[in-house]
């Protein structure tokens, strides 16, 4: 029997097939490599489909779609910019009056002129018409009778229509009775007869002031008056008598005064 032949080792890689046996030789029985497989490449992640982005984009409330109170969305009436992207229109502006249907100053003047022409108006027929400047009058017949009564009393005679009598008074005090009667004299200025039984150093203090002193005398065709100076921008003529004093007093000139005193009968 010839000697099994020598093997010489191989050099080729782990992979190669094994040599093969002699002839007669049964082959030797070698286990099985397992072959080395290279790793499988990391699966590449899939771009997202539309199907989600569309899903998405149903989960976003609409801006332009109505709120719960059925008007459109808080942001449109802002015309605020969304997150999402989705524009905004902008708000209309308010509208504004123009330069014609505005009201200017000349209109203004215009209505204010309308609103015065029927008030001047009516100032013109109450002045002129009506004579509202003259001052009301009263008829003194009542109360002279009444005062003749308690005394002798001295009524004015010839005084003109510019001598208006605006104010009749008696009346009966504890320490006698009193008539008043006043006047507006052609001046506009105010002119009082007072005729009283109470004692003329009572009566003459209270009506001209305790500051009043006497300054001359007027004499008419019947009676002598005193003249006196009374409050600021008074003068009073007096009649002094037993039982009656009779005084003229008036913030106007001592003239009309003097006629006063001239008309008493």
Same mark, same amino acid.
């Given at each position: 029997?010839?000697?099994?032949?020598?093997?010489?080792?191989?050099?080729?890689?782990?992979?190669?097939?094994?040599?093969?046996?002699?002839?007669?030789?049964?082959?030797?029985?070698?286990?099985?490599?397992?072959?080395?497989?290279?790793?499988?490449?990391?699966?590449?992640?899939?771009?997202?489909?539309?199907?989600?982005?569309?899903?998405?984009?149903?989960?976003?409330?609409?801006?332009?779609?109505?709120?719960? =109170?059925?008007?459109?969305?808080?942001?449109?009436?802002?015309?605020?910019?969304?997150?999402?992207?989705?524009?905004?229109?902008?708000?209309?502006?308010?509208?504004?009056?123009?330069?014609?249907?505005?009201?200017?100053?000349?209109?203004?003047?215009?209505?204010?002129?309308?609103?015065?022409?029927?008030?001047?108006?009516?100032?013109?027929?109450?002045?002129?018409?009506?004579?509202?400047?003259?001052?009301?009058?009263?008829?003194?017949?009542?109360?002279?009778?009444?005062? =003749?009564?308690?005394?002798?009393?001295?009524?004015?005679?010839?005084?003109? =229509? *510019?001598?208006?009598?605006?104010?009749?008074?008696?009346?009966?005090?504890? *320490?006698?009775?009193?008539?008043?009667?006043?006047?507006?004299?052609?001046?506009?200025?105010?002119?009082?007869?007072?005729? =009283?039984?109470?004692?003329?150093?009572?009566?003459?203090?209270?009506?001209?002031?305790?500051?009043?002193?006497?300054?001359?005398?007027?004499?008419?065709?019947?009676?002598?008056?005193?003249?006196?100076?009374?409050?600021?921008?008074?003068?009073?003529?007096?009649?002094?008598?037993?039982?009656?004093?009779?005084?003229?007093?008036?913030?106007?000139?001592?003239?009309?005064?003097?006629?006063?005193?001239?008309?008493?009968?």
């Amino acid at each position: 029997m010839e000697p099994a032949a020598t093997e010489t080792p191989s050099t080729a890689s782990p992979a190669a097939a094994p040599a093969t046996p002699a002839s007669g030789q049964p082959a030797p029985t070698t286990p099985a490599t397992p072959a080395t497989t290279p790793p499988p490449p990391a699966p590449t992640p899939a771009a997202p489909t539309a199907a989600p982005a569309a899903a998405e984009a149903s989960d976003r409330p609409d801006p332009a779609a109505p709120g719960p =109170s059925g008007g459109s969305d808080v942001l449109d009436a802002l015309a605020v910019p969304v997150a999402t992207g989705v524009p905004v229109e902008a708000a209309e502006p308010a509208p504004r009056l123009t330069k014609r249907e505005g009201r200017s100053p000349r209109d203004m003047a215009l209505s204010l002129v309308v609103l015065m022409v029927p008030i001047v108006l009516l100032l013109v027929f109450y002045r002129v018409v009506l004579g509202g400047d003259e001052p009301m009058t009263v008829d003194p017949a009542s109360s002279i009778q009444l005062a =003749s009564r308690e005394f002798t009393v001295l009524a004015p005679t010839g005084l003109n =229509s *510019d001598w208006r009598v605006t104010a009749a008074n008696f009346k009966r005090e504890k *320490d006698g009775a009193t008539l008043r009667i006043g006047y507006v004299d052609p001046d506009d200025k105010p002119v009082q007869v007072v005729e =009283s039984t109470v004692p003329a150093d009572t009566l003459v203090p209270a009506e001209v002031g305790r500051e009043g002193k006497r300054t001359g005398a007027y004499r008419t065709d019947t009676r002598t008056w005193l003249v006196y100076s009374g409050r600021p921008d008074e003068t009073a003529l007096i009649f002094t008598e037993a039982n009656r004093t009779v005084l003229i007093i008036g913030k106007t000139d001592r003239s009309n005064l003097e006629k006063v005193a001239a008309s008493l009968k």
